[in-house]
C-alpha cells in the first residue's frame, strides 16, 4: 500500500489516480460522516462528492500536522453544515421546563445496534438532528455549535436537549414496546 503522504503528494499535482486512490480509503467512512447529517442517503451522496471536491481543491493547504481523516472528517462535516444552514431556519425552544426526562434502562440501549441508532437520529427534525450530531459525534460544545450554525447557546442547548428526548421516546417506543410484551408472556 502506498504512503497516504505520497498519495496526498501526488493528489496535490493534479494526479487523478491518486484522488481516485484517496477517495476510495476515505469514501466509506465519510459517507457514515455525511449520512448522520443529511436527511436521507441521496443528500449524503451530495454531500459526500461535495466535500471530496473541496478536499482535493484545498489539499495544497493541509500542513500535514494532525490526522489527515480528521482534516478531510471536517470538511464533510462543513460541506454538511452550509447545506443545511441553507435549507433551514433555527428557532429556540423556549420552555426547557416543558420537556421531562424520559429514562431508558441500560437493558433497552443495549438492543439498539448502530444501524438503529443512526435511523432513529435521521428523524429527528433537522435542527435536533445538527446539533445533536455537533455535540455528540463531533465533540463540539454548545458555545462552538452556536457560532457553527449561527445560534445562541441557549437555543444549542434546548435543541440538543429536544433531540435526546425524541431519541429517548423513539427507542422506548420500539424497545420498550418488547420489552413490555415480553414481559406479558412470562
Not at 39 to 50: F, G, I, M, V, W
Not at 61 to 87: A, C, D, P, T, Y
Request: aromatic share 8%.
Amino acid at each position: 500500500m502506498e504512503d497516504l503522504k505520497n498519495i496526498i503528494k501526488e493528489c496535490t499535482s493534479g494526479n487523478a489516480r491518486a484522488q481516485e486512490k484517496l477517495y476510495r480509503m476515505f469514501a466509506p467512512k465519510m459517507f457514515g460522516v455525511c449520512l448522520r447529517y443529511a436527511k436521507d442517503r441521496t443528500e449524503a451522496e451530495d454531500n459526500l462528492q461535495e466535500g471530496f471536491v473541496k478536499v482535493f481543491s484545498n489539499i495544497a493547504s493541509f500542513r500535514h500536522e494532525g490526522s489527515f481523516e480528521g482534516w478531510v472528517r471536517r470538511i464533510m462535516v462543513n460541506v454538511s453544515l452550509s447545506k443545511f444552514r441553507k435549507q433551514h431556519v433555527l428557532y429556540p425552544v423556549k420552555d426547557m421546563g416543558q420537556y421531562d426526562s424520559v429514562q431508558v434502562s441500560d437493558d433497552i440501549l443495549a438492543k439498539i445496534g448502530a444501524e438503529d441508532l443512526l435511523g432513529l437520529i435521521q428523524q429527528l427534525p433537522p435542527r435536533y438532528r445538527m446539533v445533536f450530531n455537533l455535540f455528540v459525534m463531533e465533540g463540539l460544545n454548545h458555545q462552538e455549535i452556536g457560532e457553527e450554525m449561527n445560534i445562541s447557546v441557549g437555543t444549542s442547548k434546548s435543541n440538543l436537549a429536544r433531540a435526546r428526548d425524541i431519541l429517548k421516546r423513539k427507542v422506548l417506543e420500539l424497545y420498550g414496546e418488547v420489552e413490555s410484551n415480553a414481559n406479558l408472556l412470562a
